[in-house]
């Protein structure tokens, strides 16, 4: 399978010192929660025909807490340029190409796409925010931003019953290494 690369960023409030992280809806994972919880579902099926739900499971167990992220689809914009435009569109926060560091990249799948996602870092403030994020409907997202207040983050990170991405415990688990140390005690 062939698919794009991805830029994600971990975004940290300083006003409000907290995580801004987004909602989703992933079909993929509604999907692995079916199977689940309804493996009948998948058994003897034409592999031509998508499986009828009798019983659908609500739509909340598709849902993930995740990084702000993007794919790399636009070619002529840098890595740094799309990762901008996703903290605006999802999170509605304007920053600017200086405002980022590079935190590092990794593979973000390698059974399957073994497509490359490079994590960003961005310290943001209530100044900043333009609007409410929420992605582009038209393009069929449905974003919900979050804010995970730093005293709590290891502890959302580590329970698993919030279901989420690796790249949340991973930067998250950054941040404490590297930014809270330096952090002004409030
Ligand atoms: N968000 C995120 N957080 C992580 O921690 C995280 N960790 C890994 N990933 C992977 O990164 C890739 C890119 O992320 P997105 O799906 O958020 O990419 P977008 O460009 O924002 O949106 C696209 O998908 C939308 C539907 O959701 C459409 O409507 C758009 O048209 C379309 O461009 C995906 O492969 C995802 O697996 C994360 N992704
Ligand atoms: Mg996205």
Partial sequence: ?????????????????????????????YMCEIERHQPQVFENQDKESFPSLENPLPAVVGVTYELCAGIVDKPGLSLEEIACEEVLEECGYRVSIADLRRITSYRSGVGVTGSRQTLFYA????????????????EGELIEVVEIPLGESMKFAYDETFPKTMGVIFSFMWFH???APKLPKK
């Fill in 1 to 29: 399978m062939r698919t794009h690369d991805s830029v994600s960023i971990l975004i940290f409030n300083t006003s409000r010192q907290c995580f801004v992280v987004v909602k989703q809806f992933r079909p993929a994972v």
């Fill in 177 to 179: 290494n590297n930014i």
């Fill in 123 to 138: 310290e943001v403030n209530d100044q900043m925010r333009t609007s409410g994020g929420g992605g582009q409907p038209e």
